[in-house]
Nanobody, 117 residues
Framework: VQLQASGGGLVQAGGSLRLSCAAS????????MGWFRQAPGKEREFVAD????????YYADSVKGRFTISRDNAKDTVYLQMNNLKPEDTAVYYC???????????WGQGTLVTVSS
């Protein structure tokens, strides 16, 4: 299993970015997918996850209403649309895959998001 995250960059507060995570695995739709982030000097934290069909999503309180996770099983890709970004959203964002919600066995390399005030 390989996960390749992309789409990070520098954005001003209030701006938007869309992260993508392209997956290489036997059957992408078998996997639940998640996004996590790690800010400098802090531990990695959960951001959002999505079930196999895309019909169920869950968000951390800190991003609820601003971020949207989605997936395209035909393209083996999961997305994270991030709107109204805040400086505290600055972090390296990682995508992850697992066979059950909350149990992630595979991780991507991360993409850096920097939000300037």
């Amino acid at each position: 299993v390989q996960l390749q995250a992309s789409g990070g960059g520098l954005v001003q507060a209030g701006g938007s970015l869309r992260l993508s995570c392209a997956a290489s695995m036997h059957i992408f739709s078998n996997y639940v997918m998640g996004w996590f982030r790690q800010a400098p000097g802090k531990e990695r934290e959960f951001v959002a996850d999505i079930n196999w069909s895309g019909g169920s999503t869950y968000y951390a309180d800190s991003v609820k209403g601003r971020f949207t996770i989605s997936r395209d099983n035909a393209k083996d890709t999961v997305y994270l649309q991030m709107n109204n970004l805040k400086p505290e959203d600055t972090a390296v964002y990682y995508c992850a895959a697992g066979l059950r919600i909350g149990e992630y066995d595979h991780w991507g390399q991360g993409t850096l998001v920097t939000v300037s005030s």
